[in-house]
């Protein structure tokens, strides 16, 4: 019986050598089947990416091509309103009835003040001396600025001028 018992074991094993065989075959062959299956379905899911992609990008370009059409009518637009500004700057004459004509009116005489200094702009910082050629005998005494400094303004050959103290203009004979 001992013979009949080892024989049957190792039929047994055979068997179970061939299962294990038959198993490992069709478990590489499931997986290569998965494989192949993934990448043919991966390969669908890539090219409707790739749709999407190249959809978005169409679209993308669109609407970079309007955006530049936009951009160019606004850049010619800018370029017609420079145009206008510049020849409206070029064009424009000094109206004898502005504000600092009638503000400052002139008499035909100079005048001057040697004692007071003046300066080129309202915050009294850029000096001219006091030395100028003044065209109206009009002072505008205290005006306030925001920062609550009170200055005079005069009308030189330069413009106006500015003064933190009262000038006291006297009429100036060329002799």
Known sequence: MTKAIAKRRKEQR???????????????????????????????????????????????????DELTAQKDAMQAELTEVQAEL???????????????????????????????????EPACENSLGSDLKFVSPVVCYDIELKNGQTVNAVLSEQGLVYSVHKPNLEVYNEE
Not at 22 to 46: C, E, Q, R, W
Not at 92 to 110: E, K, R, Y
């Open 14 to 64: 055979a068997r179970l050598i061939r299962l294990a065989t038959y198993a490992v075959i069709f478990i590489i062959a499931a997986l290569i089947i998965v494989v192949l299956f993934k990448k043919s379905f991966g390969n669908a899911d890539d090219a409707k990416q790739v749709n999407q992609l190249n959809k978005q990008i169409s679209t993308l370009q669109k609407q970079n």
């Open 86 to 120: 510049s020849n409206l700057k070029q064009s424009q004459t000094v109206d004898p009835n502005s504000l600092i004509s009638a503000m400052f009116w002139q008499d035909g005489n100079f005048y001057k003040d040697t004692e007071t200094e003046f300066y080129s």
